[in-house]
């Protein structure tokens, strides 16, 4: 079953065409990964997901209802957001950052300190990070908060852009083995974009790769790395 389908879009900036009949169709609770080069559409097509950007043309939907036709506040806190540059609110505690979009719903405060530990815990760290501010945390620590906050409301949907390319590189292969590991223990389905093609067929059950606001191949991970069907892909294998 399709959680996330994009059909026959049409999405421009000004003058310039990003996407153009652009359809596609990502299955409940997988991980998808997407690359391709800076203009490409994938951020695009991130913002199109979550109803950051509204198609010219064409339609968006979740669990086959079309995104326009719902409350889009609500929709967003539906769907966890995961950016390069985290976000954290700096006049904040950790606590108070993973706590936010829960006290946006006013749930009840009994409720939020039991989620934020549940969630402290599934990013490997230790409570006692709870109160500390953002600019006390090294950037590895950031990039796990931020993805224990997208996660505070159970989404369905994580969509992460660029979200390790901060980071060194040790810390990116051990946030790499964070998401892996999360993936296996939440019923959730991942779209994740990088510019690293090693990344990308580290992580991805499927690859999708993306050209001039085209899918130049969408497919298994083993199957892009045995058989490329064009001669971008065939580029892009060739910086691993």
């Known amino acids: 079953m399709s959680q996330i389908r994009l059909d026959k879009i049409k999405k421009s900036y000004a003058q310039q065409v990003i996407l153009e009949d652009f359809s596609v169709e990502i299955r409940d609770g997988e991980m998808v990964t997407v690359i391709g080069g800076s203009g ?14 509204t198609p010219d043309i064409g339609h ?67 409570e006692e990070i709870l109160n500390r501010y953002p600019d006390e945390l090294s950037g590895g620590q950031k990039q796990r908060i ?28 051990v946030l790499q083995d964070e998401i892996l590991r999360i993936h296996q223990q939440l019923p959730i389905t991942i779209v994740f974009v990088t510019h690293n093609i090693q990344e990308a067929l580290r992580l991805g059950e499927r690859v999708m790769v993306m ?17 490329p069907q064009t001669d971008f892909v065939k580029l892009l294998l060739s910086y691993r």
């Open 146 to 173: 931020g993805i224990a906050r997208a996660l505070a409301a159970s989404p369905k949907i994580l969509l992460m852009d660029e979200a390790f390319g901060a980071v060194d590189e040790i810390t990116r292969h």
């Open 60 to 126: 968006v939907y979740i669990d086959d209802t079309d995104i326009q036709t719902v409350d889009q506040n609500q929709l967003r806190r539906n769907i966890g957001y995961v950016i390069q540059n985290i976000g954290l609110f700096p006049h904040m505690t950790i606590a108070q950052n993973i706590a936010y979009v829960l006290e946006l719903e006013k749930k009840d405060s009994s409720f939020i300190e039991k989620r934020v530990k549940e969630l402290i815990q599934l990013m490997n760290l230790d």
């Open 40 to 53: 490409s559409g994938k951020t695009t097509m991130l913002k199109l997901m979550n109803g950051l950007l």
């Open 211 to 227: 050209k001039d606001g085209q899918i130049e191949q969408f497919d298994k991970s083993e199957q892009i790395q045995k058989n």
